[in-house]
């Protein structure tokens, strides 16, 4: 390999364009940092060459940039949360409001949009508009428009008005909540609403509620606010793509208006990138948190998962996607109930089942949040052995994939180095002695051999 094949071996493919548009400086930034923001799978030979190559009509190429950036995220291959899609019916809502109401284990939760992200919803006189809940309503909840004015003395209003955080402990003694009854708010005690924000618009408002007192944990709210954040990022990005598409359409558009569009673009992007990384950092945080680990737990296995893998060789995309795998490979359990961890006592019929179906679990929700749906066989086949006993499917050997094969081993030896409920830490010489005793049968022998060179 040449000595600039080697320099540029890890360097972003838009950080080798050969010549910048000329007199464009915001070109040069473009094509330096556009990788940072797409995936690599995403990104072809075809596009790098489009961005390299001097064009004589800059209004031509400014217009097959972000035609490129379109096709990257249309509405099949953006970066959604929870599979949301304005295209798709309002039911999503309902989904993505019973989905939080699962994770976090509360009561209720209702989601808010203003009234010109409501598309289809905005005949309504009010400002915010419910547009799903996880409550089932016998009637359609649309025709009911329940809503907030922006000047009303609601806390939905002032979280969205102000972009803060509203989290009432006790709604019984506060004498500023006023119950919506046609969402049972009568009955609630706890009440936290989250507003859905990004830097370029507010969008609406996520509400928890529980019928009991309740304390939400840091890390559930921090799960909570960074869904929202990234839901609101998202939501922003499908927009601007549509209006980018319309406005590339447009026989009189110009130059500048081109690259404002692009600047937006490349914005958002950056944006979604770094909420979609915070989003798996705190859902690791709360299943850690929901299981009694110690803090950072899953972020150890992760980083050695990683480390196995950088050991092994492995391009800088499978590494993440093993990174953001052993993350979330117990993520099944932020849908169980948390006195389930903390039980010392033998554990029923119904818990073990709960325990081991919990991969199925998680693999549901994964494959509802598009952008980690890579991950998946990652974390389904990560109990599997090298003998082939193992779960779900009985996989053997080299036919379990290898992510799978080093976040087990990670795992494992992380697991057996902490301290648990029910037994105190191994010794790291203990840990790598069982590994390797069980080398061949449970555990794929050449990546215990990678661990124990690493930890020895």
Known sequence: MSEEKKENKNVSVFARSEISLESDPLEEIFALNLGDF????????????KISRTSVNKLESLKNQLKELIAIYSIDNTLK?????????????????????????????????????????????????????????NDDIYEAEIGYKFDDESYVSYSFNNKKEVEIKDCSND???????????????????????????????????????KNLSDEFIELLTVTARLFATSMSLEKLTEETNKLINLEDVTVSQLQNNRAELTALIGDLSSEQQWFVEDLAKAVDAKSNFKNNYSHDVA???????????LNEKTKDLIYYAALLRNIGKITLPEELFNKKEKLSKEDWEKLQNHPNVGVSILMSINFLSEVVPYITYHKERWDGAGEPEGLKGMSIPLGSRIIAIADAYSAMTSDRTYRNALSKEKALEILEAESGT????????VLVDLKR
């Open 175 to 213: 004498n500023d909540f006023k119950p919506v009854l046609l969402l049972n708010e009568d009955k609630v005690k706890y009440y936290l609403a989250v507003p859905m924000y990004n830097n370029m618009e507010k969008v609406g408002v996520i509400v928890v509620e529980n019928y009991t007192k």
């Open 81 to 137: 949360i929870l599979g949301f899609s304005s295209k798709e019916d309002y039911i999503i809502y309902n989904a993505i409001a019973k989905t939080i109401k699962q994770m976090l284990e509360i009561d209720a939760c209702h989601v808010f949009l203003s009234k010109e992200n409501a598309m289809g919803l905005n005949t309504t006189k009010n400002d915010l508009l419910l547009v799903g809940s996880s409550l089932n309503f």
């Open 303 to 313: 980083d050695l998962a990683r480390e196995i893998s950088t050991t092994l060789g």
């Open 442 to 449: 449970k555990w794929d022998p050449d990546i215990v051999k």
């Open 38 to 49: 797409i995936s690599e799978h995403l990104i072809s030979d075809e596009l790098v060459q």
